[in-house]
């Protein structure tokens, strides 16, 4: 057999590690910010300045620089900034780097393309740019993991098929007959998340920077639901899985432990995965035969997360003493262990017995960054210390630094994830605690808030740890480079790969057939992981009987509507759910007026939902009503005026800021012509009128209610004359419409509660 010459390209492996060092301590360092953010609110106002004489700023006593800033440091933009800065920016870039270094070695070839290789570079790049501007901006959809644009969506898309064609393309030409288990993942996670991300992302453009999703309430919420839980699975989870079966065993000088068990992973993982995503929706609106399907498949999800997580660590059987010495093999097991752990923990959570408690709690985060500083940051940390000596062809410059590094990261870990375990059993006990005489034991929501106020402070010193590793590493990995040499193409030989026949071999097994047969293998990955999307979300979009109409239930007015806009602007859904679950404690602290758990036909028109998957603030859903409109005003220019302990921030610029309603009746005609919203011709023709009468009605009600704000207005017109905005024309009039509409179509006064 001839034997070829060719070589690997290092230089794009390269460009992706230095991408995820430095997007790691981006996002380690906007995870610290909002973390310190939930303890000390006022961090905005520290740096902008502020007319509060009882805190600190470097501009005190004056609010025009917090207003200038128009939000773009609240922690609502910050948290969607964190949390996609670490998912798409820290762990894709690693992914990428580990997995263009693994092909080429696993194939036996260099990439298809170098030109595709660079132009799928620097597309991830670009939309990670693009995350970071429109989110300090306010532009997003709201949808959690999912909160770009339309735009950038397509950006996302053209990178992630780039991939796919390099990976394909790479594959074709390989000298190498069967692929190895972590092309699997490999392949697996291309046509999962693409798959998820298109369905997810379906939304009608209004502009530019402005859309709807397509999908509204409960089916918004599966939707939702069903590709967040599996952007866990496919991007976090699956890829870096194929990490662990290149990197480890590499790492350790040993074979994967059983060849048989990681086929069994492979195919159980990515099956039984893509059901589970209804188990974040527990005792909502959704119908109840998916949140069973959800917890069912959940739990099944235990046997092949933990039979990969075996397969990972007993791959090091009789090599447990490396793992003393070596630092990278340290991450590998600490990482493969708090996959194990997570995996475990997740599916309890999804069982009702645990949800109840668990579910918009500290502990579910708490949870996730296990997954997230454990799993993804320390395989992460182990694939950089293994290709960075091995790329600069030198020894890394100290493995002192690097043991540092990880026990730095490990009580990060500690210190960040336990603390917030605590806090959420803290969060879910108070929550349900009744008085002997049916009265709620802690009535006031701020003191179920005051209470865990300890275990965020110790979060931030687990995060401060985590990032001082981070740098550590950094520090390291640079010294290393300065005293190597980087070798760009890596010379390497293997003999041609022959022809043979595309059907099965007498005696060969079916699994080593599907392993040389790349296309049949993608395809049976892509029915494993549409099946269960397909059954769970296809009949909850088309049978009309899992979302009951109700009559009663309204579109939103012109105003509500741009409420609602300026709501999702500031990621107020990062603090405050909208779904009142079916339990006495929530009915009797979130009754509003109308008493009523919330409803599947409530949501109707609620593109996209905005049901939300954590409580620092209470339930909004029954909000209209409860307060008078000059509160809610008061509210948002200082909380702690109305709410003393609050931590929500401030949002001065809504009260100063004039309302955009250029686009408000093409808002309308969108909703009517595309999303089938029952507006008439005469309310859009008319929207000027009606949101006029409603600003004026909701201005009269705060004048009447607070002299002094209606002082503060007519001292601003007599100072500003003609350039004078009425408050009728402004931000916060529109967001207080919407807030006191919410829960407003049920009328009734009897408490009704429900086992779902």
């Given amino acids: 057999m001839e034997t070829q010459k060719f070589s690997y390209d290092n230089s794009i492996v390269r460009a992706f590690l230095i991408a995820t060092m430095a997007f790691g301590l981006v996002g380690f360092l906007l995870g610290l910010i909002a973390a310190l953010m939930l303890f000390y609110p006022e961090l905005p106002e520290f740096f902008f300045g502020t007319d509060d004489t009882t805190i600190a700023s470097l501009r005190s006593g004056d609010m025009s620089g917090l207003i200038s800033s128009h939000g773009a440091f609240g922690f609502g933009r910050i948290r969607m900034l964190h949390t996609s800065a670490v998912i798409f920016a820290f762990v894709g870039n690693s992914i990428f780097a580990g997995a263009y270094y693994s092909l080429q070695r696993l194939l036996k070839t260099r990439m298809w393309s170098d030109t595709v290789s660079w132009l799928h570079f620097w597309t991830w790049q670009i939309m990670i740019v693009s995350v970071v501007i429109t989110f300090l901006m306010g532009i997003n959809t709201s949808k959690e993991y999912a909160e770009h644009e339309w735009p950038i969506d397509i950006l996302i898309t053209i990178s992630w098929v780039l991939f796919g064609v390099n990976m394909f393309g790479t594959i074709a030409k390989r000298r190498v007959r069967h692929l190895y288990v972590a092309i699997w993942f490999y392949l697996g996670t291309w046509v999962a998340v693409a798959m998820l991300h298109i369905f997810n992302n379906l939304e009608i453009p209004l502009t530019m920077w402005k859309s709807y999703s397509i999908y509204s309430g409960v089916k918004d919420a599966l939707v939702q639901w069903w590709y967040g839980h599996n952007a866990v699975a496919f991007f976090l989870t699956t890829p870096v899985l194929g990490l662990m079966y290149y990197f480890l065993p590499k790492a350790a000088d040993r074979p994967v432990f059983s060849y048989?068990?990681?086929?069994?992973?492979?195919?159980?993982?990515?099956?039984?995965?893509?059901?589970?995503?209804?188990?974040?929706?527990?005792?909502?609106?959704?119908?109840?035969?998916?949140?069973?399907?959800?917890?069912?498949f959940s739990i099944m999800l235990i046997a092949p997360s933990w039979g990969g997580m075996l397969n990972g660590l007993l791959t090091l059987r009789g090599s447990w003493d490396k793992v003393r010495e070596n630092p990278i093999l340290k991450f590998f097991v600490v990482a493969v262990t708090c996959y194990g752990m997570a995996t475990f923990e997740g599916p309890l959570l999804a069982t009702k017995t645990l949800n109840k408690i668990g579910h918009f709690t500290d502990w579910v985060i708490g949870h996730v960054h296990l997954g997230a500083l454990g799993w993804n940051g320390f395989m992460a940390f182990g694939v950089i210390y293994y290709l960075v000596p091995v790329m600069w062809r030198t020894k890394l410059y100290s493995t002192k630094m690097a043991n540092w590094h990880f026990w730095l990261g490990t009580f990060g870990i500690i210190f960040y994830a336990v603390p917030l375990y605590i806090a959420g059993f803290t969060q879910g006990l108070m929550w349900k605690q009744f008085n002997p005489d049916g009265t709620l034991v802690y009535k006031n929501w701020l003191d179920t808030v005051t209470a865990i106020l300890p275990y965020y402070r110790m979060r931030f010193v687990g995060g401060l740890f985590y990032i001082s590793g981070a740098i550590l590493m950094v520090v390291n990995v640079i010294l290393t480079a300065k005293q190597?040499?980087?070798?760009?193409?890596?010379?390497?030989?293997?003999?041609?790969?022959?022809?043979?026949?595309?059907?099965?071999?007498?005696?060969?097994?079916?699994?080593?057939?599907?392993?040389?047969?790349?296309?049949?293998?993608?395809?049976?990955a892509f029915i494993a992981v549409a099946i269960?999307?397909?059954?769970?979300?296809?009949?909850?979009?088309?049978?009309?009987?899992?979302?009951?109409?109700?009559?009663?239930?309204?579109?939103?007015?012109?105003?509500?509507?741009?409420?609602?806009?300026?709501?999702?602007?500031?990621?107020?859904?990062?603090?405050?759910?909208?779904?009142i679950r079916p339990f006495r404690d929530e009915v009797v602290r979130f009754n509003g007026k109308n008493g009523q758990y919330s409803k599947a036909g409530e949501f109707v028109y609620d593109h996209p939902f905005l049901w939300g998957s954590k409580r620092t603030g209470p339930d909004l859903q029954r909000e209209g009503g409860v307060r008078p409109d000059s509160w809610h005003f008061k509210h948002m220019y200082n909380p702690r005026s109305t709410s003393a302990g609050s931590i929500m921030p401030r949002y001065p610029w809504l009260i100063t800021s004039t309302l955009d309603r250029s686009l408000t009746k093409a808002k309308l005609e969108l909703m009517k012509n595309s999303l089938d919203v029952p507006y008439t011709k005469a309310q859009i023709d008319s929207a000027d009128s009606w949101m006029n009468n409603q600003a004026a009605a909701i201005v009269k009600n705060i004048y009447s209610e607070a002299a002094d704000v209606k002082d503060q207005f007519a001292k601003q017109q007599q100072t500003q004359g003609a350039s004078f905005v009425p408050l009728e024309k402004r931000e916060i009039t529109a967001l207080i419409s919407y807030l006191q509409r919410l829960g407003t179509d049920i009328k009734t006064t009897e408490v009704k509660t429900a086992s779902n």
């Fill in 532 to 579: 269960g999307g397909a059954i769970e979300i296809l009949p909850t979009i088309f049978v009309k009987n899992n979302v009951p109409t109700i009559s009663a239930v309204k579109p939103y007015s012109p105003l509500e509507l741009e409420g609602r806009d300026i709501y999702i602007r500031e990621g107020c859904n990062a603090c405050h759910s909208q779904m």
């Fill in 260 to 296: 048989k068990l990681s086929i069994i992973h492979f195919w159980s993982l990515i099956f039984v995965y893509i059901w589970a995503g209804p188990h974040h929706l527990q005792y909502t609106s959704l119908p109840a035969w998916a949140q069973a399907v959800g917890t069912g």
């Fill in 484 to 524: 190597g040499s980087f070798l760009k193409d890596v010379p390497a030989e293997a003999p041609a790969l022959a022809k043979t026949i595309k059907g099965r071999k007498q005696g060969e097994s079916f699994h080593l057939w599907l392993e040389r047969t790349p296309l049949y293998l993608t395809i049976g």
